[in-house]
């Protein structure tokens, strides 16, 4: 069965960095899209990153482009994100989710990924 294990998640300053983890297993990803969402209290999930497993550009949202990279390693079957210059505005549940995603343009649609982690807390303190 298909697993997704985020980890990296944790209490951080504004301005410092962390870098989550998304360990995936339990079939050929070769095709799908990994993606990294999140969701603050009483906020609707909302898409972070993006990036194809085997190849591409990758995507992300404005609030965070510019600080945050997504990665892949493909021999360790993960996913990485990490953040740099984070802000208070940052804190929420983290999520890494995996989709047969073929259009750059659905990465941001959190219905077009089939499989999701269990999500990891990040807090930025002011």
């Known amino acids: 069965q298909v697993q997704l294990v985020e980890s990296g998640g944790g209490l951080v300053q504004a301005g410092g960095s962390l870098r989550l983890s998304c360990a995936a297993s339990?079939?050929?990803?070769?095709?799908?899209?990994l993606g990294w969402f999140r969701q603050a209290p009483g906020k609707e999930r909302e898409f972070v990153a993006g990036?194809?497993?085997?190849?591409?550009?990758?995507e992300y949202a404005a609030s965070v482009k510019g600080r945050f990279t997504i990665s892949r390693d493909v021999p360790k079957n993960t996913v990485n994100l990490q953040m740099n210059s984070l802000k208070p505005e940052d804190t929420a549940v983290y999520y890494c989710?995996?989709?047969?995603?073929?259009?750059?343009?659905?990465?941001?649609?959190?219905?077009?990924?089939?499989?999701w982690g269990q999500g990891t807390q990040v807090t930025v303190s002011s």
């Open positions: 990036i194809r497993w085997s190849a591409g550009s990758p």
């Open positions: 339990g079939r050929t990803f070769t095709n799908y899209a």
């Open positions: 989710a995996a989709g047969d995603i073929y259009y750059y343009s659905d990465y941001v649609d959190s219905s077009k990924y089939n499989y």
